[in-house]
């Protein structure tokens, strides 16, 4: 049984590592300057501690019908990052205007969501071990901090180098978060009650599979190369961007 809850422990924090790096990406992508990024790290970190006292605070009733309003929550988030992330395209690519130090809040600000989660990571992790609540509160905000930091700065040198560091990718990833915020609450409950589902055997041609998703890696860097070719011709518009602003 200590094994299993192990297992689900680790499942717990890599869950909130991949929290992380949704932070990561909108800090990274828009155009901060570095203690802005420290600064909601620190927010993220802040925020975990109060969540791992409430978790031994909040009756169980109402955690329950907090967590019932998930779905609601993640349609709004989702609404969101779609709008603002066609936004944010649209006004930059047809403007040359710069929207990401606001919009770029609908990915980088603990919403909903995040918070919810960041609950849930601490009740779990307070049911499945030992350590005391604000413990472990310190602890997700620690793995928040250092996870936001990282990828904020790691997708901010990798946009650099590939000189796609404009709010036009911003956008491209707020409509992909939105569009998961949107399709996850269909998909995984399908996906659950499939697992009830009787399935006949059937062969697997790993050959074909290997060749199928050879050729789709390939379209698809074909078609970053040619985007990225047509626009280094375009005259470029608006202000340019830094690496990291010190």
């Known amino acids: 049984m200590t094994g299993i809850s192990n297992i689900i422990t680790l499942g717990v924090l890599i869950g909130v590592v991949i929290l992380a ?137 990798i946009a650099g180098v590939f000189k796609i560091k404009t709010p036009s990718t911003l956008g491209t990833a707020m409509l992909l978060f939105g569009l998961f915020y949107l399709l996850s609450p269909l998909i995984i409950p399908a996906y659950i009650q499939a697992q009830n589902i009787p399935v006949p055997g059937f062969s697997v041609d790993y050959r074909e599979i290997f060749i199928s998703f050879l050729m789709m890696t390939l379209l698809i860097g074909l078609g970053f190369l040619m985007d990225k070719h047509k626009r280094l011709k375009k005259k470029k518009r608006g202000k340019e961007w830094t690496h990291l602003q010190e």
């Open 21 to 157: 790096l949704k932070t990561g990406l909108g800090c990274g992508l828009a155009n901060l300057k570095r203690r802005e990024i420290v600064y909601t790290a620190f927010i993220y970190f802040i925020v975990s501690v109060i969540l791992g006292y409430l978790v031994g605070v909040i009756a169980l009733d109402i955690t329950q019908n907090i967590l019932a309003t998930g779905v609601t929550m993640h349609l709004i988030i989702a609404t969101g990052l779609v709008y603002f992330g066609i936004k944010t395209k649209r006004e930059w690519l047809s403007r040359g205007t710069d929207l990401s130090r606001k919009t770029s809040l609908w990915l980088s600000i603990p919403c909903p969501v995040c918070l919810t989660a960041t609950f849930l990571a601490c009740l779990m992790l307070s049911q499945l071990t030992e350590i005391n609540n604000l413990w472990i509160g310190a602890i997700v905000g620690v793995i928040f901090f250092i996870g936001v930091c990282f990828f904020s700065f790691s997708v901010s040198s």
